[in-house]
T-cell receptor, first 110, second 114 residues
Framework: SQTIHQWPATLVQPVGSPLSLECTVEGTSNPNLYWYRQAAGRGLQLLFYSVGIGQISSEVPQNLSASRPQDRQFILSSKKLLLSDSGFYLC?????????FGEGSRLTVL | GESVGLHLPTLSVQEGDNSIINCAYSNSASDYFIWYKQESGKGPQFIIDIRSNMDKRQGQRVTVLLNKTVKHLSLQIAATQPGDSAVYFCAENLIYSSASKIIFGSGTRLSIRP
């Protein structure tokens, strides 16, 4: 069965600093991968999705970017964090229509 | 559509009663709908899904109803238990071009009264 690893689990960063969140998937090949963000007490917002290596689609304009350097690796980045980037970031993998989530990375920007 | 900026509504249910959680979706092109349960500090977990060519599907203690006419989805939980306390999200699978993406609707926080 598939497993989704996310790291770091928790991160506290100052405004203006860079960001790199990693997600790797095991147990499947050529998955559709997704990054979602969830602000405290709110719903899930789709940020990016990828159907293959090097293929990234962005859902919302912002200072975040995503990359997929390998089939089962999905990275979320920022060059300069904003306070509004704080939230719970979830990587997800879609297999046969079902979306499986990682345990999330909680980012606090101070 | 997405309501990610709104505070989650809350549904309070007596333990043992049935819970009904509602969701409205916006896109007629969605072919597949899913309910997720999210416990505090964790990622969402799949509960049950339904294809757009169905109007009802049952699982263990859960039933999903789909009304395409009014673009409405509901999740019914029978004999609600304390372990059912969580935030519940509906999601729609939106097909376009050569890809599909899953868009989450507004969540509902379910709390159980003893």
């Amino acid at each position: 069965s598939q497993t989704i690893h996310q790291w770091p689990a928790t991160l506290v960063q100052p405004v203006g600093s860079p960001l790199s969140l990693e997600c790797t998937v095991e147990g499947t090949s050529n998955p559709n991968l997704y990054w979602y963000r969830q602000a405290a007490g709110r719903g899930l917002q789709l940020l990016f999705y990828s159907v293959g290596i090097g293929q990234i689609s962005s859902e919302v304009p912002q200072n975040l970017s995503a990359s997929r350097p390998q089939d089962r690796q999905f990275i979320l980045s920022s060059k300069k964090l904003l306070l509004s980037d704080s939230g719970f970031y979830l990587c997800a993998c879609k297999i046969v229509g079902e979306l499986f989530f990682g345990e999330g990375s909680r980012l606090t920007v101070l | 559509g997405e309501s990610v900026g709104l505070h989650l509504p809350t549904l309070s249910v007596q333990e043992g009663d049935n819970s009904i959680i509602n969701c409205a979706y916006s896109n007629s092109a969605s072919d597949y709908f899913i309910w997720y349960k999210q416990e505090s500090g964790k990622g969402p977990q799949f509960i049950i899904d339904i294809r757009s060519n169905m109007d009802k599907r049952q699982g263990q203690r859960v039933t999903v109803l789909l009304n395409k006419t009014v673009k409405h989805l509901s999740l019914q939980i029978a004999a609600t238990q304390p372990g059912d306390s969580a935030v519940y999200f509906c999601a729609e699978n939106l097909i376009y071009s050569s890809a599909s993406k899953i868009i989450f609707g507004s969540g509902t926080r379910l709390s159980i009264r003893p």
